[in-house]
C-alpha cells in the first residue's frame, strides 16, 4: 500500500488533519462521541493505533496538532486513556482509578 492509499483509508475512516511526522509514523485528529481525539500511529496499520490523546474539541485537538513536533506528548489534553491519565482545567494531572 502507499502512502497516499493509506491517507485516503484514514480519510474515508474519518481522521482529519492528517500528518506525517516521518515515512513511518502519521498523527491525525478523530472525532469521537463526546471528545476529539489526536491519534497516533504507524503509516500502513490499518487495525489500531499507538497512541491517542483527548481533547474537549475538535479544534482544541486540531490547534494542539498544528503546534506539536512529534515528540513527547502534544499539549491541551484532558485524558490519556493508554495511562488513565487526565487533568483538570487547571493542568493539574490525576489518574482515575
Not at 6 to 11: A, G, R, V
Not at 12 to 22: A, H, M, S
Not at 39 to 64: F, L, P, Q
Request: charged letters at 30%; aromatic letters at 12%; one cysteine or more.
Amino acid at each position: 500500500m502507499t502512502h497516499a492509499e493509506f491517507l485516503m483509508f484514514l480519510k474515508k475512516q474519518g481522521y482529519t488533519e492528517i500528518r506525517l511526522f516521518d515515512l513511518e509514523r502519521y498523527a491525525a485528529v478523530l472525532d469521537l462521541m463526546f471528545t476529539a481525539a489526536i491519534i497516533v500511529g504507524r503509516v500502513g496499520d490499518m487495525t489500531g493505533y499507538d497512541n491517542r490523546w483527548c481533547y474537549h474539541s475538535h479544534e482544541d485537538a486540531k490547534k494542539a496538532l498544528e503546534e506539536w513536533n512529534g515528540i513527547d506528548e502534544p499539549k491541551g489534553w484532558h485524558r490519556h486513556p493508554a495511562t488513565g491519565r487526565r487533568r483538570n482545567e487547571n493542568g493539574h494531572e490525576y489518574i482515575m482509578r
